[in-house]
């Protein structure tokens, strides 16, 4: 890993370093204990034309003696930097580390210049291949920093490349955080704005020498995941020979869902050593029925279709389906509990492996567990 920079911190910010420092020096030679008050002092900073106030993310401010203390992680974050803190060791006391973020410690970039990123690292995983188990699970993180705003109908990723440059997979769905930890929108994201990330990694036969760039692409309607390994695997198919399962589930967006369901239809490979490449596009079908006696679908909806690799070791592709709380006339639904569940069974055609001259047809078996539940309240 590169060598970070240390922090250049303005004076206002070294004086209060410094203060702090002074501060517990002498409070640990005096006494033990010291008295300070929760400050009802609203803290707010105004970073890129944002303004982030303390109140949300759990912070306080101490007034001692005239004096206000603000938490000097959530200071230096908000003003992009990281803190670190090594606890004491062989002998030395503890040490606090501040890093800036800038464009120079950022140092990969995409070819159109959308966005710059640093202090990638990879998730420690273990493969074993006798056993055929996955320990962990691949996936990058980091830093990183929008040069320009990201157009509507793109998203970002990260290209898996060798050093000539060709690629051989693309991460899953990039998520985004602020650097106080808040779950944040791509289409949000200004220029000049900086970000944490993560993003999860196929499981490629040589994952660990190949290169990560990030790429604007066109939004893809289906992108990769992983599937726990240890989890339970709830879905469709997977089993008596035919290595492809559909699941289906709903996005928890807790307040955001008002007026429609989002639901996540994933298709999972459980073959641990062949990944499936689907050659014929596929789509699936999705019922949508009042969960009571009746069972009466009020709706049908059908995902985008899917064309691609599904890799191996529970590798997956998902994709999102909105039910817009209607029903196939386009009237609201009364209000109730309602499930949707996936029409099966259903033939996939593709190859295993690099077999790409030997057509294969994957069949994705019924099963009760292909059903999600969700609930309508008052429109």
């Not at 273990?126 to 157009?151: D, Q």
């Not at 699936?284 to 679908?297: G, L, P, V």
């Amino acid at each position: 890993m590169k060598k970070r920079r240390v922090f250049v911190i303005k004076k206002f910010l070294l004086g209060l370093i410094c203060g702090l420092a002074l501060f517990a020096a002498t409070a640990a030679a005096a006494s033990n204990e010291i008295r300070a008050l929760i400050s009802s002092i609203a803290v707010s900073y105004h970073v890129g034309g944002e303004t982030l106030d303390t109140k949300d993310d759990g912070s306080i401010a101490l007034n001692y003696k005239g004096q206000l203390y603000v938490p000097l992680r959530t200071f230096a974050e908000t003003l992009g930097a990281s803190v670190y803190y090594h606890g004491p060791a062989n002998g030395e006391r503890a040490k606090v580390e501040v890093y800036s973020e800038d464009d120079r410690d950022l140092t990969v970039r995409d070819k159109e210049g959308y966005v710059r990123a640093g202090y990638l690292e990879r998730t420690s995983f273990t493969y074993n291949e006798a056993g055929k188990t996955l320990t962990g699970s691949p996936e990058v993180s980091g830093t990183i920093r929008f040069v320009k705003s990201i157009p509507a109908g793109k998203e970002l990723a990260f290209a898996l490349t060798d050093k000539s440059g060709k690629q051989y997979g693309l991460s899953g769905r990039v998520t985004l955080k602020t650097l106080h930890n808040r779950e944040t929108s791509l289409y949000q994201k200004m220029p000049g704005d900086l970000a944490l990330f993560t993003a999860p990694l196929p499981l490629l036969d040589n994952l660990e020498e190949l290169e990560l760039t990030p790429v604007v692409i066109d939004k893809r309607d289906w992108s990769f995941a992983q599937h726990p390994v240890e989890g339970c695997a709830c879905g469709a198919g997977g089993m008596n020979g035919h290595p492809l399962a559909v699941n289906i589930d709903y996005r928890d967006v807790g307040s955001q869902m008002k007026e429609n369901t989002p639901w996540i239809v994933t298709m999972i490979n459980f073959d641990d050593d062949s990944h499936v490449t689907l050659t014929h596009p596929i789509s699936f079908t999705i019922n949508i029925y009042r969960a009571d006696e009746s069972r009466k679908i009020v709706r049908t909806l059908t995902t985008k279709a899917f064309e691609g690799t599904v890799y191996r070791m529970r590798g997956a592709v998902q994709t999102e389906i909105v039910w817009d709380w209607k029903d196939s006339n386009g009237n609201p639904v009364a209000p109730g509990q309602y499930a949707a569940q996936m029409v099966l069974p259903q033939t996939a055609t593709g190859h295993w492996g690099e077999n790409e001259g030997s057509e294969t047809s994957f069949t994705l078996e019924d099963s009760m567990q292909a059903v999600s539940y969700t609930d309508v309240t008052k429109q």
